[in-house]
């Protein structure tokens, strides 16, 4: 009745007729994970259960009741609901300790073996990424993301473990030169046991950048989030564990739990096995877990909160611009990464929000299944009218947006989509009383503020010095054809692990970081984040044969 893993996820077909014939039966067996430590499933009777996210829409009393009902009785004929995808193990503070014991025990063995045979995961996982294709945006949409989210997802996966990145982290994992009779090497050693925490609006591709700590010869123990737990025990249990079988690692170099984010996280800053914590999540926590982690001597790896800036010069291709800009709507701005404030040239502003406006028409809601969409549920939105007042108190002004809607566009006091919504500051000033200018919002509100029109030089040191005064550093984007603009911001843009120009805001390319910045973003040791290196420490080293101490030191 429950397939332990390497099941396919057909379970995730949710048609109409399921839908009209709500006592109607799964056709398929039921997804369903257990706590994975030391290289095996753990058995366990505690469960949450994911429902589908189109269920949400669609009929929330029974989704609710159906959950509720499982987590109950797991035994229950509600498993048999077409809404019910599937299900994940609750694991025990024993399970979680003994997890941390299975990593500590694989690490030294892990990490013994030859860099090239840990970096044929890459390669592997990038493979299995595409072989499990539809598999993988299944899961995605069951967790509610729109399917061209979805798919844009797994690109930027794609990207991440291309060939051309993967060697591009080979050669700065290890390089070696000979001088004077000695070889001279400079590589990076695993840190041990990295502990990783993805964050609950996208667990699974988050948690896919374990296989980089992986790579870099690191045991690894993930916790899946409860509320959200599926996709990853997915994509880590049944792509990754079994790639790491086919390349030799002993057993508890992966370990996937399920639990409880405080209970857990208390845990690894408290045990002496665990060497880095991986944290994605909010500012205000990662923040406190990184004075807890450097008071216990720990390295925090941090991947906060992101503000990310747009600078629109007088020059740009309005049109495309526009099209990165309404980036910010993507997921109802539920992801770190996309843009939450525009800088536009005072020449062009007028132009920019006209083309904004029209592009705004097409980021619509809908069931995440449906091809075009690409607003998400937005299940707390208190916070939004809050800031959407603050703004407008402060005199910014309203351009378009402003309401909850119903999945289809519909205005409604009870819809939980919310409505893409721009709005116009009036200068900097103004802009800096604003908290959704300030702030990362997490919700489709984007201030296009107007600068002050000034001469070239000081405008140009006035958008330079805005982007850098950001207290968040995770992307920034420009929009110029102006070779002398480009280059002072390329040279002058100090925060941030990633500046994009005339480019998509959100896109992921070889090389470049996945994610991180400077500022909170990153927590004190913030930069451009590859978790690769993040998880390793930079060691050199010098080989020679029957060369005089002495004469090293003194000469001859």
Known sequence: MFPNGNAKVAVLEDTGEDREETGRRRSSPLLSYQSYVGGADLPNNAWVYTISSRSLLEDVFTSVSLKRELERDPESAAAEHPYVVGRVAVASEEENRLALEAAAEAAPLWAAVPLDERMRLGELFREALIEHRQEFLDMLVAEAHPVKLARWELSCLLEVYSRESCHWYRKRMYTECEYQGRTLISHRQPDGVVCLNPPQNAPAPSAALAVLALMAGNAVVVRAPRSIALSTMYVLRDLVAPLLEKVGAPPGTLNIVCGNARSTMDLWVESPLVNDIFYIGGSEQGLKLQERCIAAGKKPILELAGNDTIVVWKD????????????????????????????????????????????????????????????????????????????????????????????????????????????RVEGLERGRRIEAVMQETFFPLLPIVSVEPAPADELRETFVNFVNSNAYGLRNSLWSRSPRVINTFVSRTTNGGLLKVNDSHIGFLPYLPSHGGTGLTGGVFGEANYPMFKTSHLQGVSISDGISPYRAVFGD
């Open 316 to 423: 740009a291709d309005l049109s495309l611009a526009a099209e990165a800009i309404t980036e910010s709507f993507y997921g109802s701005g539920q992801i770190c990464m996309v843009p939450n404030t525009v800088l536009a040239h005072p020449e062009i502003v007028d132009d920019l929000i006209a083309e904004v406006r029209e592009k705004v028409r097409g980021i619509r809601p809908g069931f995440p299944q449906d091809e075009g969409v690409l607003l998400s549920p937005v299940r707390r939105s208190e916070r939004f009218f809050g800031l959407l007042r603050q703004a407008l108190d402060e005199g910014a002004e309203l351009v378009c947006g402003g309401h909850r809607t119903e999945v289809d566009g519909t205005r409604s006091e009870t819809g939980v989509f919310l409505e893409p919504t721009v709005l």
